[in-house]
């Protein structure tokens, strides 16, 4: 199993869920963070008090797959968030030791 | 066009003339022919309004600007000391400080008498501007009321975020009484320094907005900066709340100003007329300005320039003409704009939401300005009797003499609250926000 940690632009998240929705992927966890990467920050004016905001909005997207789907989530992450901009965001992909899921006690891949 | 309080006695002796017809034929006989007082019912009900008006400016009016502009840490804090220092000026009004502006005796610079409102019935009147008509007493003390509750909430702005709420209690208690209550007799009672200077206030410009402004400079200066002030990001935590708050200002400013004319006439809608006016060219100068210094026109220049507007036209309401409290307008937003962003940051103070930046400022451009638009050679409704050049010479008299007795009574007010309570909440409180660390809660719970 594989834990996939997607960091994307917030307008792509719909898109995003939707194509890998038609992968069959089951399940995804969604946070709205704050970060930085290559892209600059803006800067905001307040009665002439300049605020440089250095972090940027993004959403972050968890997403645990079977170890076969995984290569064709983080493809289709890649080509469904991507704008060519920089401040598309990162797509990181762990090994997943276990899973469980709650309600049944089922284990493994049968409880993604 | 200044106000003034004659009443009492004479007054209430005019009314009750017709109690017997003897009486009546021998009063007549004795006294010149005069007007019989009129209450009149319209302008009752105007003044009630406009005094309910000048509340609204307060809570939620100045509460909601105020706190829009503050942290979220501090939200609850900005808003419940502005609705407490308001609240304590209403008691202490009724207790002594009506008595101090407008007592029944007095000399140029306080007035004494009518303690607790001794003597003052439904029946006393208050005089208006126009000969033989009345208004009801209490509407009256109501009225003048709200303008001290106002006045020192609108000090605060430069203090939030950092001072202890039982520090302001304490300061506004001494502020009022060594301050607010003695300007306001010099310039609006009858025999006041300013009154008989022929200072043009109509409706608070010296009292209110140059008073409030400079005291909330000297007070911030001696209270000190916030800590992370120029380091740390102080944005306003919700200009949602702040434009919410600029919109019930204005409206409630056509109670201060309007409401000023003491009457529903023709003086009271010009003064309406000129609130408009002066307040739709201040929203846009502020812009214009910001355009024009290279950064992006701002809903919170939109809500300054608002505010620059309404305090520059306050002394001018009923004092000039529409076109006159445009430029008035305008001007005032443009130096107000200039006062917060360039002179602000150079002089390194730390007055929070520019308190002095707008009041003390767009005060003193107003105070100064209606000395011109006043003229009718400009559009004014003055009588040409006194030049545009004497008249600025009396209004800088009254401007200079307000700022410094302002600063040196605030000056007194903070080191005696500073004696008695402590000025500034401990550093853990003012990190953590003073919302927690002063009243115990959260503005947000999410």
């Known amino acids: 199993m594989k834990f996939i940690i997607a960091i994307i632009k917030p307008f792509k998240l719909d898109e995003v869920r939707d194509a890998l929705g038609t992968l069959g992927v089951a399940g995804m966890t969604v946070t709205e963070v704050k970060g930085f990467g290559r892209q600059k920050g803006q800067t905001e004016i307040y009665r002439g008090a300049e605020y440089s905001t250095n972090m940027l909005p993004k959403v972050k997207i968890e997403i645990a797959v079977s170890d076969a789907l995984a290569p064709q989530v983080v493809e289709t992450i890649q080509q469904t968030a991507s704008t060519d901009a920089i401040g598309d965001g990162k797509v990181f992909v762990l090994d997943l030791a276990s899973a469980v899921r709650i309600r049944t006690g089922e284990t493994g891949d049968t409880a993604l | 066009m200044i106000r003034k309080l004659i009443c009492g006695a004479g007054a209430v002796g005019a009314s009750l003339l017709t109690a017997t017809a003897a009486f009546a034929q021998e009063a007549a006989a004795a006294a010149e022919p005069a007007v019989e007082a009129v209450v009149d019912k319209g302008d009752t009900a105007w003044m009630m309004t406009s005094t309910v008006l000048v509340l609204l400016m307060i809570l939620p009016g100045l509460a909601l600007f105020y706190g829009g502009l503050t942290r979220t840490k501090n939200m609850l804090a900005t808003m419940t000391q502005i609705g407490a220092a308001a609240c304590l000026a209403m008691i202490i009004w009724v207790t002594y400080g009506y008595g101090l502006a407008f007592g029944p005796e007095g000399n140029a610079y306080f007035a004494w008498g009518k303690w607790f409102l001794a003597g003052v019935t439904p029946d006393s009147l208050a005089d208006t501007f126009s000969d033989g008509f009345k208004l009801p007493e209490y509407v009256f003390i109501s009225f003048q009321m709200t303008f001290a509750a106002i006045t020192v909430a609108l000090v605060l702005g430069s203090v939030v975020e950092r001072i202890k709420f039982s520090a302001v209690m304490v300061f506004a208690a001494i502020w009022l009484t060594i301050v607010y209550f003695p300007i306001a007799h010099m310039v609006w009672a009858a025999g006041g320094k300013f009154f008989e200077m022929g200072a043009l206030d109509f409706a608070g410009g010296t009292v209110v907005h140059i008073n409030a402004g400079v005291s909330a400079l000297v007070a911030a200066l001696i209270l000190g900066k916030r800590i992370g002030y120029g380091k740390e990001i102080m944005a306003p935590h919700s200009l949602t709340l702040t434009m919410v708050g600029t919109g ?134 003055g009588d040409g009797s006194v030049s545009i050049g004497a008249q600025l010479g009396i209004q800088a008299a009254a401007t200079g003499a307000t700022i410094v007795w302002a600063a040196i009574g605030t000056a007194i007010a903070i080191y005696a609250a500073k004696a008695v309570t402590g000025l500034r909440v401990t550093p853990e409180v003012e990190r953590e926000g003073l919302d927690l660390g002063e009243h115990g809660e959260r503005a947000y719970n999410y």
Not at chain 2, 254 to 276: C, D, K, Q, R, V
Not at chain 2, 277 to 296: C, Q, R, S
Not at chain 2, 306 to 331: C, H, K
Not at chain 2, 342 to 360: E, M, N, Q, T
């Open chain 2, 248 to 381: 019930m200002l204005w409206v409630g400013w056509f109670g201060f100003n309007a409401g000023s004319a003491l009457e529903a006439n023709g003086s009271a809608a010009l003064a309406m007329i000129n609130t408009f006016v002066a307040t739709a060219a201040g929203a846009l100068a502020w812009m214009v300005a910001e355009k024009l210094a290279g950064h992006k026109a701002s809903a919170l220049g939109f809500c300054s320039g608002i505010i620059a507007g309404l305090v520059a036209v306050t002394p001018a309401a009923g004092n000039s003409g529409p076109m006159g409290a445009i430029i008035l307008g305008a001007v005032a937003s443009a130096i107000c704009f200039v006062a917060v962003t360039v002179l602000k940051p150079k002089l390194g103070y730390d007055d929070s939401l520019d308190a002095f930046g707008i009041h003390g400022v767009g005060g003193i451009v107003g105070a100064l300005g209606t000395a011109i638009v006043y003229a009718p050679g400009l559009g004014g409704p």
